[in-house]
């Protein structure tokens, strides 16, 4: 299965709104809704920002959003701060038991 | 808290083969699916395998599938991963990863990672 296709860098000032696309090669990236994002800084693992296209895990602050429309998913940062420089990564499970992550887009706070 | 704790990393040549494993703490173990992911250093995340809570069902990518081997044993809280004909495209972070229940696909907690390198 195809990394998910994400762009390679996006940035934006604090206080401004980013959104991250992920994109799949189906018509639905994800049928039943298994889609996360994860944010990673150097040397560090992932960790969980939304799972199931718009749930966030407890203690992720609701500046982080997801959403989804056909084969592409989104994670939108709103208020945009300095900590939040990053990689993030979308991960959808695919058909079966399998599920593949997004090729990662870095994330500059200018 | 919860806590994962891989090991078993190293260096291994072409060919060989290597046991991962980690251990679990902080949460029923045997409620949960598991996962195994790796990254390439500098590079992406690659979902390698997922393990149900009963262990009687798994499945793999299709990159390490029939080389690979997870498992698990409740009774000690672990999680395994067995890799066989190792090749040099092997060579990365291999990370313990805790499904937020069963089969969600949401990866709520990480291990730190252990690293692997294939070399002759």
């Known amino acids: 299965q195809s990394a998910l296709t994400q762009p390679r860098s996006v940035s934006g000032s604090p206080g401004q709104s980013v959104t991250i696309s992920c994109t799949g090669p189906?018509?639905?990236?994800?049928?039943?809704?298994?889609v996360s994002w994860f944010q990673q800084y150097p040397g560090k693992a992932p960790k969980l920002l939304i799972y199931h296209v718009t749930k966030r895990p407890s203690g992720v602050p609701d500046r982080f959003s997801g959403s989804k429309s056909g084969n592409t998913a989104s994670l939108t940062i709103s208020g945009l701060q300095a900590e939040d420089e990053a990689d993030f990564y979308c991960f959808a499970k695919g058909n079966g038991f399998t599920g593949v992550f997004g090729t990662g887009t870095k994330l500059t706070v200018l | 808290e919860v806590q994962l704790v891989e090991s078993g990393g190293g260096l291994v040549s072409p060919g060989k083969s290597l046991r991962l494993s980690c251990t679990a703490s902080?949460?029923?173990?045997?409620?949960?699916?598991m996962h195994w992911v790796r990254q390439v250093p500098g590079r992406g995340l690659e979902w390698l395998s997922g393990i149900i809570s009963t262990g009687r069902f798994e499945d793999y990518a299709d990159s390490v599938k029939g080389r690979f081997t997870i498992s698990r044993d409740n009774g000690r809280n672990s999680l395994y991963l067995q890799m066989d004909g190792l090749r040099g495209d092997d060579t990365a972070t291999y990370y313990c990863?805790?499904?937020?229940?069963?089969?969600?696909?949401?990866?709520?907690?990480w291990g730190q990672g252990t690293p692997v390198n294939v070399s002759s």
């Open positions: 990863v805790k499904d937020i229940g069963e089969t969600f696909w949401a990866f709520e907690y």
């Open positions: 902080g949460f029923k173990f045997e409620a949960s699916t």
């Open positions: 189906n018509s639905d990236i994800s049928p039943y809704n298994f």
